[in-house]
């Protein structure tokens, strides 16, 4: 009977995983094998058909529950629809973002993420009606890239409504209830700390109570990442435990008895959950709350494996697709890793006390997730078993005391207030202790994205080298378990420049409206030709670092922006900030733009060399490749527009050569065609993404290129590209490949054979 909740829940979970990926005939074979050895194995026959049948349940369930995700949906414009606020609404820089649950049939249009353009007075539970524009979310565009339509969809949510004035949003109606108050009952808490603490102190002891992430800095919040601590603001078992523990200490005073003890802790939890919106990580950490209460005050076994598992359970028939997010998987494997992981290194370790309770806890849970850490986040934190150590009691007084502030908040300010300062201290001690962590040698890698068969053998040599450290029978597991898990490790801790060895690599990276272009040379240097930029966002930080982060990239040989336009230059900020690199070369003619103080000041803070290209100069990256520069020359372009001043490269691998033209015009592709520098060249970048201004038919009748790059955003305002552009590319028959149709283009080539991998469509191998 105890491993029975256990087979329950991953029968279930794998009948959703097969259905999900449509996996149907694999869904058949396991169920016939299920029944076959029900008939086989007599001991175990009900355990094989209950596991048959939750398998079959799990695969029906998903069917009916999780629509396909669909291939496109139109944009709406004029879009009108009513509806209720279903979470907290977040205010960032002017901008409110919130969930509605719409009056609408459509089951795309029943659950709408709202973003408006302004400031927005709504509590949870308020009615709206509200006008504006409908459109998808955008698809990732790169390779690995977070798939944000998608994580929407497993919670319902298919569209984003743009509003942009406040005159298209009416409030019909006001929360009214119990709902109500229990969300003033936290407002009220939640103002009384940004009255009384600092903003930082504030931002952070709020994250911790109540998951939220605004007011947080950015900076700070990857200080959290990448000291292993960022489960901090993730409410769920540590939290929840800490209110049990303050909880139980009160009614202990209060001499109730044990059922009044019971139902008192079920309904703080009950209301906790209900205060922060019911997120998947806390349905689990409350169940099982509710579950270890009962079996505490009633004196039965509290086997926390099966709680788990029965959490599992509940939590899938709420929500299948939950299965299949970040908090469900992360949240689950920590806890999976503190009930089965540690009780063994606490038994089979001769060191006891709390003292080493201590590391084995936090060794555990990073045993546990440290496969999706690295798969999700693409980061390994051997640091953050130190962090761990040294913030957990610090953290849970900050929390404890943080409870008891919030819940006097509405009743006795002045006392609420008086314990936020404690509160307060706490959060300067974990910012002064994470703030230090961070700069230890070794503190956190970045590593490539695993793949899921080694993830699927790391989590084997786990369960294994568990039951090795056990009996006697089982020890001869010992070694295999340790090396499928040291094999994981070392896997994870291969130099990005290992892989496609003896290749040229060009990507060109889905940046929206700009360029940004990695290349890798066959001996596996790194080099970044600009980095994208917007208004509205910072791309290095969104897009580009995690696209390096991706591949496990942890220094650029160079960094190279062709000119100081924003949709180039903005992103090599943020690289050039988090990223080792051993030189910045810009435009010789630009090299005291005023555009280029961020970059230039990063660069005298981190050291790296500033250097100027001009045409004439090559750069040996090494044996049998070199970078050519052709453009801008001297001061012939001083007084015109940026665009003409692009630097133009000519990157040459034996038979493949590569031709990239930054943002230039017509005037400086005339200069570079008299010059006698345009040549045939396997693949070029189309100038000025396409731009009527980059039309001159000489300069790609010279190139005669196979392959044109087109670096473009969707839809974007300037019409890039320009019809005629691609009418004359396709009478020359060369093959447009465009980053806002194919998202990012990845061309490989050994110097002889070509290969292009565009993220929408498949490329298919080419000679020269």
Same mark, same amino acid.
């Given at each position: 009977?105890?491993?029975?909740?256990?087979?329950?829940?991953?029968?279930?979970?794998?009948?959703?995983?097969?259905?999900?990926?449509?996996?149907?005939?694999?869904?058949?074979?396991?169920?016939?094998?299920?029944?076959?050895?029900?008939?086989?194995?007599?001991?175990?026959?009900?355990?094989?058909?209950?596991?048959?049948?939750?398998?079959?349940?799990?695969?029906?369930?998903?069917?009916?529950?999780? +629509?396909?995700?669909?291939?496109?949906?139109?944009?709406?414009?004029?879009?009108?629809?009513?509806?209720?606020?279903?979470?907290?609404?977040?205010?960032?820089?002017?901008?409110?973002?919130?969930?509605i649950k719409a009056d609408r049939n459509s089951r795309w249009e029943k659950k709408i993420r709202v973003v408006c353009y302004f400031e927005v007075d709504l509590s949870r539970g308020d009615c709206v009606a509200?006008?504006?524009?409908?459109?998808?979310?955008?698809?990732?565009?790169?390779?690995?890239?977070?798939?944000?339509?998608?994580?929407?969809?497993?919670?319902?949510?298919?569209?984003?409504?743009?509003?942009?004035?406040?005159?298209?949003?009416?409030?019909?109606?006001?929360?009214?209830?119990?709902?109500?108050?229990?969300?003033?009952?936290?407002?009220?808490?939640?103002?009384?700390?940004?009255?009384?603490?600092?903003?930082?102190?504030?931002?952070?002891?709020?994250?911790?109570?109540?998951?939220?992430?605004?007011?947080?800095?950015?900076?700070?919040?990857?200080?959290? @990442?990448?000291?292993?601590?960022?489960?901090?603001?993730?409410?769920?078992?540590l939290h929840v435990g800490f209110l049990l523990l303050l909880v139980g200490w009160i009614v202990s005073l209060l001499g109730l008895s044990k059922g009044k003890r019971f139902l008192v802790g079920t309904a703080?939890?009950?209301?906790?959950?209900?205060?922060?919106?019911?997120?998947?990580?806390?349905?689990?950490?409350?169940?099982?709350?509710?579950?270890?209460?009962?079996?505490?005050?009633?004196?039965?076994?509290?086997?926390?494996?099966?709680?788990?598992?029965?959490?599992?359970?509940?939590?899938?028939?709420?929500?299948?697709?939950?299965?299949?997010?970040?908090?469900?998987?992360?949240?689950?494997?920590?806890?999976? !890793?503190?009930?089965?992981?540690?009780?063994?290194?606490?038994?089979?370790?001769?060191?006891?006390?709390?003292?080493?309770?201590?590391?084995?806890?936090?060794?555990?849970?990073?045993?546990?997730?440290?496969?999706?850490?690295?798969?999700?986040?693409?980061?390994?934190?051997?640091?953050?078993?130190?962090?761990?150590?040294?913030?957990?009691?610090?953290?849970?007084?900050?929390?404890?005391?943080?409870?008891?502030?919030?819940?006097?908040?509405?009743?006795?300010?002045?006392?609420?207030?008086?314990?936020?300062?404690?509160?307060?201290?706490?959060?300067?001690?974990?910012?002064?202790?994470?703030?230090?962590?961070?700069?230890?040698?070794?503190?956190?890698?970045?590593?490539?994205?695993?793949?899921?068969?080694?993830?699927?053998?790391?989590?084997?040599?786990?369960?294994?080298?568990?039951?090795?450290?056990?009996?006697?029978?089982?020890?001869?597991?010992?070694?295999?378990?340790? !090396?499928?898990?040291?094999?994981?490790?070392?896997?994870?801790?291969?130099?990005?420049?290992?892989?496609?060895?003896?290749?040229?690599?060009?990507?060109?990276?889905?940046?929206?409206? !700009?360029?940004?272009?990695?290349?890798?040379?066959?001996?596996?240097?790194?080099?970044?030709?600009?980095?994208?930029?917007?208004?509205?966002?910072?791309?290095?930080?969104?897009?580009?670092?995690?696209?390096?982060?991706?591949?496990?990239?942890?220094?650029?040989?160079?960094?190279?922006?062709?000119?100081?336009?924003?949709?180039?230059?903005?992103?090599?900020?943020?690289?050039?900030?988090?990223?080792?690199?051993?030189?910045?070369?810009? +435009?010789?003619?630009?090299?005291?733009?005023?555009?280029?103080?961020?970059?230039?000041?990063?660069?005298?803070?981190?050291?790296?060399?500033?250097?100027?290209?001009?045409?004439?100069?090559?750069?040996?990256?090494?044996?049998?490749?070199?970078?050519?520069?052709?453009?801008?020359?001297?001061?012939?372009?001083?007084?015109?527009?940026?665009?003409?001043?692009?630097?133009?490269?000519?990157?040459?691998?034996?038979?493949?050569?590569?031709?990239?033209?930054?943002?230039?015009?017509?005037?400086?592709?005339?200069?570079?065609?008299?010059?006698?520098?345009?040549?045939?060249?396997?693949?070029?970048?189309? +100038?000025?993404?396409?731009?009527?201004?980059?039309?001159?038919?000489?300069?790609?009748?010279?190139?005669?290129?196979?392959?044109?790059?087109?670096?473009?955003?969707?839809?974007?305002?300037?019409?890039?590209?320009?019809?005629?552009?691609?009418?004359?590319?396709?009478?020359?028959?060369?093959?447009?490949?465009?980053?806002?149709?194919?998202?990012?283009?990845?061309?490989?080539?050994? !110097?002889? @054979?070509?290969?292009?991998?565009?993220?929408?469509?498949?490329?298919?191998?080419?000679?020269?």
């Amino acid at each position: 009977m105890n491993k029975l909740w256990p087979l329950a829940f991953f029968s279930m979970a794998a009948g959703i995983i097969l259905a999900y990926y449509e996996l149907g005939v694999i869904a058949i074979c396991l169920m016939t094998l299920l029944l076959g050895s029900a008939v086989i194995c007599k001991r175990y026959s009900g355990h094989f058909f209950i596991c048959m049948l939750l398998l079959l349940a799990g695969f029906i369930y998903a069917q009916l529950r999780i +629509p396909d995700m669909p291939a496109s949906l139109p944009d709406v414009q004029g879009f009108s629809c009513s509806g209720r606020v279903q979470d907290f609404p977040t205010v960032e820089q002017e901008k409110t973002t919130f969930i509605i649950k719409a009056d609408r049939n459509s089951r795309w249009e029943k659950k709408i993420r709202v973003v408006c353009y302004f400031e927005v007075d709504l509590s949870r539970g308020d009615c709206v009606a509200l006008n504006g524009v409908l459109k998808p979310p955008r698809r990732p565009g790169n390779p690995g890239e977070f798939d944000y339509p998608l994580y929407l969809s497993h919670n319902g949510i298919y569209y984003n409504l743009s509003i942009k004035n406040s005159s298209d949003l009416q409030v019909t109606a006001r929360n009214q209830g119990a709902l109500k108050w229990l969300d003033e009952f936290r407002a009220r808490g939640e103002t009384l700390a940004k009255e009384n603490l600092p903003p930082h102190e504030a931002a952070i002891l709020l994250g911790m109570l109540l998951g939220t992430r605004e007011g947080i800095d950015e900076d700070q919040y990857k200080t959290f @990442q990448k000291t292993g601590i960022i489960h901090l603001f993730s409410v769920s078992g540590l939290h929840v435990g800490f209110l049990l523990l303050l909880v139980g200490w009160i009614v202990s005073l209060l001499g109730l008895s044990k059922g009044k003890r019971f139902l008192v802790g079920t309904a703080v939890l009950l209301l906790y959950g209900t205060m922060i919106a019911w997120p998947v990580c806390v349905i689990r950490s409350i169940f099982m709350g509710i579950l270890g209460l009962a079996a505490y005050y009633f004196g039965r076994k509290n086997d926390m494996m099966n709680a788990l598992a029965i959490a599992g359970v509940f939590n899938l028939l709420i929500d299948p697709a939950a299965l299949f997010t970040i908090s469900f998987q992360l949240t689950f494997l920590a806890t999976w !890793g503190l009930i089965f992981i540690f009780p063994r290194l606490r038994e089979v370790f001769p060191y006891k006390g709390w003292i080493w309770d201590l590391i084995w806890l936090p060794l555990a849970a990073e045993l546990a997730v440290l496969p999706m850490i690295a798969y999700y986040f693409n980061i390994l934190t051997p640091v953050s078993i130190i962090t761990n150590i040294l913030v957990s009691y610090i953290s849970g007084a900050a929390v404890i005391i943080g409870f008891i502030a919030l819940f006097l908040a509405p009743f006795i300010p002045f006392l609420a207030t008086l314990f936020l300062y404690p509160a307060g201290f706490c959060t300067e001690v974990i910012l002064f202790i994470v703030n230090w962590v961070q700069y230890l040698p070794g503190g956190y890698i970045w590593v490539a994205t695993p793949g899921v068969i080694l993830i699927v053998l790391y989590y084997a040599g786990i369960v294994a080298g568990v039951y090795a450290l056990g009996p006697r029978p089982y020890r001869q597991l010992v070694y295999p378990a340790a !090396g499928v898990m040291l094999l994981f490790i070392v896997v994870l801790l291969i130099p990005a420049g290992f892989y496609n060895r003896g290749m040229l690599e060009v990507d060109f990276i889905d940046v929206g409206q !700009g360029d940004a272009i990695l290349i890798k040379t066959p001996q596996g240097k790194f080099i970044l030709l600009d980095g994208g930029g917007s208004n509205f966002y910072d791309v290095g930080d969104t897009t580009v670092l995690p696209y390096l982060h991706r591949r496990g990239i942890r220094s650029l040989r160079m960094i190279i922006n062709s000119h100081p336009d924003n949709d180039h230059l903005q992103g090599l900020e943020s690289v050039a900030k988090e990223t080792p690199v051993g030189l910045i070369a810009v +435009p010789q003619n630009l090299l005291d733009a005023e555009e280029y103080r961020p970059l230039k000041q990063t660069a005298q803070r981190r050291k790296i060399p500033w250097h100027g290209l001009s045409a004439g100069q090559e750069i040996k990256l090494e044996e049998g490749v070199s970078i050519k520069i052709l453009h801008p020359g001297g001061d012939a372009y001083k007084q015109n527009n940026c665009n003409n001043q692009s630097v133009v490269l000519r990157i040459s691998y034996q038979k493949f050569s590569l031709l990239l033209t930054g943002d230039i015009e017509k005037e400086a592709m005339q200069s570079l065609l008299d010059q006698g520098f345009i040549t045939a060249t396997t693949v070029v970048k189309v +100038p000025h993404h396409g731009s009527k201004g980059s039309l001159v038919p000489e300069f790609y009748d010279r190139l005669n290129a196979r392959y044109a790059i087109i670096s473009v955003g969707s839809n974007n305002l300037f019409g890039h590209p320009n019809p005629a552009i691609l009418s004359m590319l396709k009478q020359a028959n060369t093959k447009i490949l465009r980053t806002d149709q194919n998202g990012a283009v990845i061309i490989l080539t050994d !110097g002889r @054979q070509l290969q292009i991998r565009p993220k929408q469509g498949d490329g298919s191998p080419a000679s020269n």
